[in-house]
């Protein structure tokens, strides 16, 4: 999040059309080798500046392995015809969203299946690809989708306000009752993370569902109690989107009753993604080793794929591509940056590069401060009010949830942003990824097998195909 946080300081002084000037700061400065006169005073050093290390583990990734990690690229016998294996899953891809979007169009279709076909999508990763097929069905069934009410089922009425409020609509009060159904419940649960400020019944929904969803009969149905503990872990509103996707899309496999078109879609486009994201890790891999700065600054973490991650999770869209690079190289560079100021150069030092940029930021607190780094906001709050680190921990959560209601607000059609969906989205989604990085410790300083596991899943193993 420190990255993040620096990133958007640094970005805010930037202007359209102009160049940064850089303080004349050559790399004998940043790599320790400090000549006997004050580049500034002209003063004599009578000794050689005693520099910190925060002890960062080195990169978690082979350049050369990722560099050499090939796509499949084969050509195969395809309708009497040679095709690469990537335009065969394109062609597919195309032929099953038709069949996907004939099912969204079908005036037969009743709401309550209108909402869990959008659901499905959605949960699958495949959203972008239906958003205008998305809205047009909502719309045309409006009236008949907002009128699922509690008669039919808790988990009908919770569904159908979440995927309204996800889409913008202000459906109005959302009437809870205590219930049995555990389904109803975890939908319930789900759609109180889209809440805006001051909706205290969905607050108060939350917190009923959350404590009788921790204390399920044992004798549950076991993928349930799966979709249970994966919303216990965290919701699927506050959650990265493609992990989120590669999840749902393992789930359903299991599901009884799933459908197999829609199936097959998810697990198609998902590769297809895949397959171009890795395509620009590499590009990035070879950017990052051409500029030399790991070998040069050792001091620094050197996590140029924890930043490929960090812009997957803000932007994923195939279209996205150069915004992706963009912010991978950003994060890369104030990932370096950021330790420079916080862990290895002197006040000397620092003081000139104060014009081009400000150092700066809950979960990575501690070892921040094991670090040698200056105050983050969890020991701020205790030094303000004596509390312990729980109490300010707790207060913190507290402010993030506030935030998320504030951003839901933003989402609303008839919001006053003056931004489009796609940028709004783009916007929301750093906090997610924060969520992703920092949820378990640190992440992106100390990257660890769960983290490893997460980029190996979103970025370089693709799901195996079904056999048709």
Partial sequence: MGVLVVWLVFTSKLEFGKKIKWPELGPDCLVGNVSDKDRRGNQDLSQTIERRSANY????????????????????????????????????????????????YDDNIEPLALLELVDDIQNLGLGYRFEKDIKRSLQRRILEVSNVTLEKSLHAAALSFRILRQHGYENGNFQAELCKDVKGMLSLYEASYHAFEEENLLQEAKAFTRTHLKNLDANIDKSIQELVNHAMELPSHHRMLRLEARWRIEEYKRREGADD??????????????????????????????????????????????????????VFEPEY??????????????????????????????EQF????????????????????????????????????????????????????????????????????????????PARIAQCTYQYGDSHSAPDDRSKKRVLSVIVEPIPLMER
């Fill in 321 to 350: 591509s150069n915004c992706r690079k963009g912010l991978t190289k950003v994060a890369a560079l104030i990932t370096t940056l950021d330790d420079i100021y916080d862990i290895y150069g002197s006040l000397d030092e620092l």
């Fill in 261 to 314: 078109v829609l199936l097959e879609l998810a697990i198609l486009d998902f590769n297809m993604v895949q397959s171009s994201l890795l395509r620009e890790l590499q590009d990035m891999s070879r950017w990052w080793r051409r500029m030399g700065i790991a070998n040069k600054l050792q001091f620094a973490r050197d996590r140029l794929m924890e930043s490929f991650f960090w812009a997957v999770g803000m």
């Fill in 354 to 429: 104060t014009d081009a940029v400000e150092s700066n930021d809950l979960a990575s607190w501690k070892a921040e401060i094991e670090g040698g780094e200056s105050a983050k906001s969890i020991s701020c709050y205790m030094n303000q009010t004596g509390l312990s680190e729980d109490r300010a921990r707790e207060h913190m959560n507290i402010l993030i949830d506030e935030s998320w209601k504030k951003m839901n607000k933003v989402r609303a059609v008839d919001s006053s942003s003056p931004f489009e969906k796609p940028f709004v989205e783009t916007a929301i989604n």
């Fill in 57 to 104: 583990q080195p990169a978690a990734w082979s350049y050369d392995l990722l560099e050499s990690l090939k796509k499949d690229n084969r050509e195969e016998i395809f309708d009497g015809g040679v095709k690469t294996l990537e335009k065969m899953y394109e062609d597919r891809a195309k032929k099953l969203e038709e069949e996907v979007k004939c099912r969204m």
